[in-house]
């Protein structure tokens, strides 16, 4: 049974009264007992206090993400105050940020980061993230609120940071991490093996570091193809081959990086990092909820060929920071390529336009993004009251996106087997120039200024081909849009004390517009009225930019003599311009700036450490968004923006203390996300509404060797975690149900 929400909000406000907190709960090892302290570099300024930042900032150190047993970006996502991780399966998940969003198909409204390279919509269908594993990291940052100043496009709604480890040149090391586990209910078994070899090549002057895994995860879905009745009666028409069979969804992450790190002076140093990932899904994970009790979509073409997804990613990165005494100057350059393939059997969503349940339809989403982007930087750190950073940005991305949709019947059993319905290609250029700034004032020895401008450019073509019966036959189209804006961020600072800092902050975020794909008006306007048939709105041209203002305020304390910490925060966003994505009557996606928003909201977070072995970490939030203005089409004022719960929480609690002399620990993990849809109407069923926890335990068997156990999921909750709305409430993702394994560490050299 899922608690009610008062039961959840009675438990959080229990742990707020019992501990204070944040993200990281790793202490000092001094003989006071009080917190470490937790450096960021969200601010491109080097390395600053977490709780002198001025923003709301959650932090997950390495030590976290090694007992909590963080792997994926929902793992730590989840527990952090006004995040929502809408899980769609590999490489096609979405984030939601203080709930800005309003097509979470398509939305990417907040930043994704690898050290300094870019991987944000990198994804599946350019709206989701590549799902980059945490292996070897440093830590995490996620930073709440628009950054549009310093990180530009696409972080409207907050940014995700994963700083990697660097090559250490003083020493070599090694570490080889295997785990095993098992999936309830569908699910099979899951292995994972990773290393990491570090190796100085000039003492001091040169390393490198090398990093590989492989993860294979069962899939926990049920294919019902071979007993499904139509099914079967259209596979024996065409030819086809149907079969039954548990473990669908089943996926594999294999990848790696290569870290090379040069300095050849103290105040010279150059870090180059590749990074690679394969990802292969079998079969798409969803359920198709019309089956009733068995929740499973037939997945299974025609032709016998099973469902599937590939997603290969590319990213190399050179960051180059040179320190002049009271300059430093940082370059970035970013290079990154994306391959996707994806097929589907559709025919479920138009066999009842038939009378049946099914045909054999076939759908195929292909794509990749090549992209190059610098970055130069210049940063002051000399005495004074006042500090500055200035900085541009360039970036020239192409982008492809295809679609074809075949009957799939037999062409040698069926005279309609393999007929083209529809198939398009989406070839887009976007060519960016950014000019950005930041200075810091001291008012007063207490009170500080800061104010920030980004001045950004861009120019974007778009060729799109369709072809096929419902096209009537082939046509194509070249677009071009251009646009420029600035972007603002104004705050002020008040820290009385070491262990206090108050601020408030105005700041704006953005997203780049472009040409909209072609919509042919023979198809979609056949009354020659010049509005979409059943949307009645004008064939669209271009999709404008949208931007959104936010207010902040805030404030961050350390408390019991540095054994806790506790950061509040209340915010105002105010967004215009949202480009809303919808199938109109006629098949065609269309994207239209629709309407306004406003998202208010209360977050709290913080860390104690109730004594030297026990410490806890909690996050709580609550926020409400909506329409404020009608989004035609689509959604009327008052509506609940989708994709975000109105109340979320989490709280971990972990032991660290020695066993018969050897270090262990315990942790437990417990996070509640409220309900929430995945569309403007609130139509059909709610997701979230769920609450997971995760159980940990580990002992360091020798100083080399650590052995741990674990369970995610320990109440096997069946939350739903997506509904697709675009073609109807027909199909679901769930959580991963209820997975125990254990893991094996072992490290050589320091």
């Given at each position: 049974?899922?608690?009610?929400?008062?039961?959840?909000?009675?438990?959080a406000i229990?742990?707020?009264?019992?501990?204070?907190?944040?993200?990281?709960?790793?202490?000092?090892?001094?003989?006071?007992?009080?917190?470490?302290?937790?450096?960021?570099?969200?601010?491109?300024?080097?390395d600053?206090?977490?709780?002198?930042?001025?923003?709301?900032i959650?932090?997950?150190?390495?030590d976290?993400?090694?007992?909590s047993g963080?792997?994926?970006m929902?793992?730590?996502?989840?527990?952090?105050?006004?995040v929502?991780?809408?899980?769609?399966?590999?490489?096609?998940?979405?984030?939601?940020?203080r709930?800005?969003?309003?097509?979470?198909?398509?939305?990417?409204?907040?930043?994704v980061y690898?050290?300094?390279?870019?991987?944000?919509g990198?994804?599946?269908y350019?709206g989701?993230?590549?799902?980059l594993?945490?292996?070897?990291?440093?830590?995490?940052?996620?930073?709440?609120?628009?950054?549009?100043?310093?990180?530009?496009?696409g972080?409207?709604?907050?940014?995700?940071?994963?700083?990697?480890n660097?090559p250490?040149?003083?020493?070599?090391?090694?570490?080889?991490v295997?785990?095993?586990?098992?999936?309830?209910?569908?699910?099979?078994?899951?292995?994972?093996?990773?290393?990491?070899?570090?190796?100085?090549?000039i003492?001091?002057?040169?390393?490198?570091?090398?990093?590989?895994?492989?993860?294979d995860?069962?899939?926990?879905?049920e294919?019902?193809?071979g007993?499904?009745?139509?099914?079967?009666?259209?596979?024996?028409?065409f030819?086809g081959?149907?079969?039954d069979?548990q473990?669908?969804?089943?996926?594999q992450?294999?990848?790696?990086?290569?870290?090379?790190?040069?300095?050849?002076?103290?105040?010279?140093?150059?870090?180059?990092?590749h990074?690679q990932?394969?990802?292969?899904?079998?079969?798409?994970p969803?359920?198709l909820l019309?089956?009733?009790?068995?929740?499973?979509?037939?997945?299974?073409?025609?032709?016998?060929?099973?469902?599937?997804?590939?997603?290969?990613?590319?990213?190399?990165?050179?960051?180059?920071?040179?320190?002049?005494?009271?300059?430093?100057?940082?370059?970035?350059?970013?290079?990154?390529?994306t391959?996707?393939?994806q097929d589907?059997?559709?025919?479920?969503?138009?066999?009842p336009?038939?009378?049946?349940?099914?045909?054999?339809?076939?759908?195929a989403?292909?794509g990749?993004?090549?992209?190059?982007?610098?970055?130069?930087?210049?940063?002051t750190?000399?005495?004074?009251?006042?500090?500055?950073?200035?900085?541009?940005?360039?970036?020239?991305?192409?982008?492809?996106?295809?679609?074809d949709?075949?009957f799939?019947?037999?062409?040698?059993?069926?005279?309609?087997?393999?007929?083209?319905?529809?198939?398009?290609?989406?070839?887009?250029?976007?060519?960016?120039?950014?000019?950005f700034?930041?200075?810091?004032?001291?008012?007063?020895?207490s009170?500080?200024?800061?104010?920030?401008?980004?001045?950004y450019?861009?120019?974007?073509?778009?060729?799109?081909?369709?072809?096929?019966?419902?096209?009537?036959?082939?046509?194509?189209?070249?677009?071009?849009?251009?646009?420029?804006?600035?972007?603002?961020?104004?705050?002020?600072?008040?820290?009385?004390?070491?262990?206090t800092?108050?601020?408030?902050?105005?700041?704006?975020?953005?997203?780049?517009?472009?040409?909209?794909?072609?919509?042919p008006?023979?198809?979609?306007?056949f009354?020659?009225?010049?509005l979409?048939?059943?949307?009645?709105?004008?064939i669209?041209?271009?999709?404008?930019?949208d931007?959104?203002?936010?207010?902040?305020?805030?404030?961050?304390?350390?408390?019991?003599?540095?054994?806790a910490?506790?950061?509040?925060?209340?915010?105002?966003?105010?967004w215009?311009?949202?480009?809303v994505?919808?199938?109109?009557?006629?098949?065609?996606e269309?994207?239209?700036?629709?309407?306004?928003?406003?998202?208010?909201?209360?977050?709290i977070?913080?860390q104690?450490?109730?004594?030297?072995?026990?410490?806890?970490?909690?996050?709580?939030?609550?926020?409400?968004?909506?329409?404020?203005?009608?989004?035609?089409?689509?959604?009327?004022?008052?509506?609940?923006?989708?994709g975000?719960?109105?109340?979320?929480?989490?709280?971990?609690?972990?032991?660290?203390?020695?066993?018969?002399?050897?270090?262990?620990?315990?942790?437990?993990?417990?996070t509640?996300?409220?309900?929430?849809?995945?569309?403007?109407q609130?139509?059909?069923?709610?997701?979230?509404?769920?609450?997971?926890?995760?159980?940990?335990?580990?002992?360091?068997?020798?100083?080399?060797?650590?052995?741990s156990?674990?369970a995610?999921?320990?109440?096997?909750?069946?939350?739903?975690?997506?509904?697709?709305?675009e073609?109807?409430?027909?199909?679901?993702?769930?959580?991963?149900?209820?997975?125990?394994?254990l893991?094996l560490?072992?490290m050589?050299?320091?």
């Open positions: 049974m899922i608690p009610s929400k008062k039961f959840n909000l009675a438990f229990a742990g707020l009264c019992a501990a204070g907190g944040g993200a990281q709960f790793v202490y000092a090892q001094t003989d006071a007992l009080v917190l470490e302290e937790v450096v960021v570099t969200a601010s491109k300024r080097g600053v206090s977490a709780q002198e930042t001025a923003l709301s959650s932090v997950a150190s390495d976290l993400i090694v007992k963080m792997v994926g929902d793992d730590f996502l989840r527990t952090v105050p006004s929502n991780f809408l899980d769609r399966g590999a490489g096609r998940n979405g984030l939601v940020v709930g800005v969003s309003a097509s979470p198909q398509t939305d990417v409204t907040t930043g690898i050290d300094e390279a870019t991987v944000t990198l994804g599946s350019f989701g993230n590549p799902d594993k945490y292996i070897d990291m440093q830590r995490v940052e996620v930073l709440r609120g628009p950054q549009g100043t310093l990180y530009g496009d972080s409207m709604a907050g940014t995700v940071r994963a700083i990697t660097k250490d040149l003083t020493a070599f090391s090694a570490e080889i295997g785990e095993y586990s098992s999936t309830a209910n569908k699910g099979d078994d899951n292995t994972m093996l990773q290393g990491v070899l570090n190796m100085p090549v003492k001091d002057t040169l390393a490198i570091r090398v990093v590989a895994y492989d993860y995860n069962s899939g926990f879905y294919n019902v193809a007993s499904n009745p139509d099914k079967q009666i259209w596979a024996g028409a030819g081959v149907t079969t069979s473990d669908v969804g089943s996926d992450y294999t990848g790696g990086r290569i870290s090379v790190l040069w300095q050849p002076t103290d105040n010279l140093t150059a870090n180059l990092i990074i990932q394969d990802i292969e899904q079998s079969g798409i969803e359920s019309a089956l009733g009790e068995t929740r499973r979509a037939p997945f299974q073409r025609q032709t016998g060929a099973g469902e599937a997804l590939t997603m290969d990613l590319d990213l190399t990165n050179l960051e180059i920071n040179w320190d002049l005494g009271s300059f430093v100057v940082t370059s970035s350059t970013s290079v990154a390529e391959e996707e393939l589907r059997d559709v025919g479920m969503y138009f066999g336009l038939l009378g049946v349940d099914d045909i054999p339809l076939y759908l989403d292909s990749g993004v090549d992209s190059v982007a610098q970055e130069l930087r210049l940063n750190q000399f005495d004074g009251r006042w500090q500055f950073l200035v900085g541009a940005f360039y970036q020239d991305l192409e982008r492809t996106l295809g679609q949709f075949v799939e019947g037999q062409p040698d059993l069926d005279p309609f087997g393999g007929l083209l319905l529809f198939e398009s290609t989406l070839v887009e250029t976007v060519e960016q120039i950014a000019f700034g930041e200075v810091t004032f001291d008012l007063t020895d009170l500080s200024a800061v104010a920030g401008i980004r001045r450019d861009f120019d974007q073509t778009a060729k799109d081909q369709n072809d096929g019966l419902f096209n009537g036959g082939f046509t194509s189209n070249s677009l071009s849009s251009d646009d420029s804006g600035n972007t603002y961020k104004l705050g002020l600072t008040y820290a009385p004390s070491d262990d800092t108050v601020y408030g902050t105005f700041a704006q975020g953005f997203r780049l517009g472009g040409p909209h794909p072609l919509i008006p023979e198809v979609c306007d009354d020659g009225d010049g979409i048939d059943g949307v009645d709105v004008p669209p041209d271009t999709i404008a930019s931007e959104l203002d936010s207010f902040e305020i805030g404030a961050k304390f350390v408390l019991a003599n540095g054994r910490t506790l950061n509040v925060a209340a915010y105002q966003v105010e215009e311009g949202i480009p994505a919808q199938v109109a009557d006629c098949g065609f269309l994207t239209l700036n629709a309407g306004e928003a406003e998202s208010r909201g209360v977050e977070e913080g104690v450490l109730m004594s030297d072995i026990w410490s806890m970490n909690y996050g709580l939030s609550y926020v409400s968004a909506e329409l404020t203005d009608q989004a035609p089409g689509l959604g009327e004022s008052g509506d609940r923006l989708p975000s719960p109105e109340f979320q929480m989490s709280v971990g609690l972990q032991a660290d203390f020695d066993l018969m002399g050897r270090p262990t620990y315990l942790r437990t993990d417990v509640h996300i409220g309900e929430y849809f995945n569309n403007l609130e139509a059909g069923l709610e997701a979230g509404d769920y609450t997971t926890i995760n159980l940990r335990a580990g002992i360091d068997v020798t100083e080399k060797i650590s052995l156990v674990f995610r999921n320990l109440t096997n909750e069946d939350g739903l975690t997506w509904i697709e709305t073609l109807g409430d027909g199909r679901a993702n769930y959580l991963r149900p209820r997975t125990i394994g893991q560490r072992a050589l050299g320091q």
